[in-house]
């Protein structure tokens, strides 16, 4: 009997202790899950408002202030070339002559008949002055001297355009037509040279849709060219297209003086900066703090000692800094180091 006590007090022990281990770790495992926590560290940065130099640099080719293809305005065989490739031609030079025999026969006819058509018309107006000829009769020598006078016309300038002429002062750049080649006039004219004006140059470049809103035309320019490295040439903005392409780009040209001293030449590459672009005071952050792309871009803002995620709207950017449009209001703490450990609502320290 004794020995059965002894046996059923040691099992009581026994679950006395086992229940009290058991308490003991449970309130061990809630205070290490409580009460031991993960420390992240953060730097920050106060979103400011600076001034954010803006640059806009593009590269475009330069061509000719007026390119143009001379073509012959009659029929015939060239019997006279007067210009070479490189030759500088003023407006009106002659640079081909073409056969003008029968030409020459029919403006003469015309105008004979012209001149006797003016006396007709002058002694029959004196007639019908002294009642002694017809309103038919003066009407229809009025008409005849009308007729003359388009024939003559007409004779005059196909004349005329047996000289071809440069309807531009310029170079010549290409000649199509030699001695004895035989011309065709309309409807299908024979293009026979080729002149460019370069005493002005276009640079022809596009950019972008929010570059083309916020460049204006007479904006100066500078612009610079491999040839002569340590030249800047000063132009202005001639032209803004009103319609994009399909890259939603806008066409720009540049117009520039060409100098005596340091020519150019049409088909070159040049590099031009927009200066007329100001610098703008923005709220502006590092590069670096950003999360994800340009595109949907997001930083985390510490407020109360905890990181809250925050979209925002970005625009220009410059070296390692980028405005922000919207999203960000200044003074607010944004995260620059130490984002990628943490997650929306993280308790954060700020390392100072």
């Known amino acids: 009997m004794k020995k059965w006590k002894v046996i059923l007090l040691a099992a009581v022990m026994l679950i006395i202790v086992a229940a009290i281990l058991f308490i003991n770790k449970k309130k061990m495992s809630a205070e290490s899950v409580g009460g031991i926590k993960d420390v992240y560290y953060v730097k920050v940065e106060k979103a400011a408002r600076k001034n954010l130099p803006e640059s806009l640099s593009l590269v475009g080719t330069v061509t ?12 015939g065989k060239v019997l006279a070339v007067f210009a ?9 030079s002659i640079l ?3 056969d003008d025999e029968l030409k020459k026969a029919a403006l003469m006819s015309a105008e004979a008949n012209y001149e006797k058509s003016k006396k007709d018309f002058e002694r ?8 002694s000829a017809s309103d038919a009769q ?18 005059k300038r196909q004349f005329n355009d047996t000289q071809i002429k440069t309807p531009i002062s310029g170079y010549i750049t290409a000649r199509y037509a030699d001695v004895g080649s035989t011309l065709q006039g309309s409807p299908q004219p024979t293009v026979v040279a080729n002149i460019v004006d370069i005493s002005r140059l276009k640079v022809k470049l596009n950019v972008a849709e929010a570059d083309a809103f916020t460049l204006k035309t007479n904006d100066p320019v500078s612009v610079t060219v491999d040839v002569y ?37 049409a088909g070159m590459f040049a590099r031009v900066e ?28 510490v407020e109360n000692g905890m990181a809250k995620l925050r979209n925002i709207t970005v625009g220009k950017e410059s070296g390692t800094f980028v405005e922000v449009l919207q999203g960000l209001m200044v003074g607010e703490e944004v995260v620059v180091n130490g984002q990628n450990n943490i997650v929306e609502n993280t308790q954060v320290t700020v390392i100072k």
Not at 64 to 75: F, G, H, Y
Not at 124 to 131: D, H, N, S, T, V
Not at 274 to 301: H, M, W, Y
């Open 138 to 155: 003066f009407d229809q020598i009025k008409l005849s001297l009308s007729i003359a006078e388009a024939q003559y016309i007409v004779a």
């Open 229 to 265: 490295p340590e030249k800047v040439f000063k132009g202005k903005i001639e032209s803004i297209g009103s319609k994009g392409d399909e890259a939603h780009t806008y066409p720009i040209e540049i117009i520039i003086v060409n100098e005596r001293d340091n020519p150019l030449k």
């Open 124 to 131: 029959f107006e004196q007639l019908y002055k002294e009642r």
């Open 64 to 75: 000719a202030n007026n390119d143009v293809n001379v073509i012959s305005e009659t029929s």
């Open 274 to 301: 927009f200066t007329s672009i100001n610098d703008r005071n923005s709220i502006v952050i590092s590069r670096e703090s950003l999360i994800g792309s340009i595109k949907q871009p997001q930083v985390f803002v």
């Open 84 to 92: 070479k490739v490189g030759d500088f031609k003023q407006a009106g």
């Open 96 to 98: 081909f002559q073409v």
